[in-house]
């Protein structure tokens, strides 16, 4: 092979690995915000919890900066809130109560957040 081969298939393997990442980013998160715990709204890439039956075993979400390769989880504990195509959600201290089927939700700072 010649030296001018070796290049294009350097440049070849290149731009496959730049293409990849830019690829990747976007499946399965969708353009979005998180508000962290300084009240700070961090714009970036948003994948919700899964939904469906299973929605109360997913609590984190997961979260990409702009640009970046790695994603963060982040529990309710984690953040105040987030969104993501037009929905917003909130993380608060939910207190439940039962009684022979009848509950009561209710604020109470002792316990942990929930979104």
Do not use: C
Not at 47 to 53: L, M, Q
Not at 61 to 67: G, L, V
Not at 99 to 113: G, S, V
Request: proline share 3%.
């Amino acid at each position: 092979m010649s030296t001018e081969s070796h290049y294009r298939f350097i440049l070849l393997f290149l731009l496959a690995f730049m293409i990849i990442p830019a690829y990747a980013q976007n499946k399965g998160y969708s353009k979005g915000y998180i508000i962290n715990s300084e009240r700070e709204t961090v714009v970036g890439w948003v994948k919700d919890r899964s939904s469906g039956i299973y929605i109360d075993l997913y609590t984190r979400i997961r979260f990409k900066y702009d640009n970046a390769v790695f994603r963060k989880k982040y529990s309710p504990a984690e953040i105040l809130g987030y969104g993501l195509n037009n929905q917003h959600f909130e993380t608060v201290p939910l207190a439940v109560e039962s009684a022979f089927f009848k509950f009561r939700h209710y604020l109470d700072e002792r316990n942990d957040r929930v979104i």
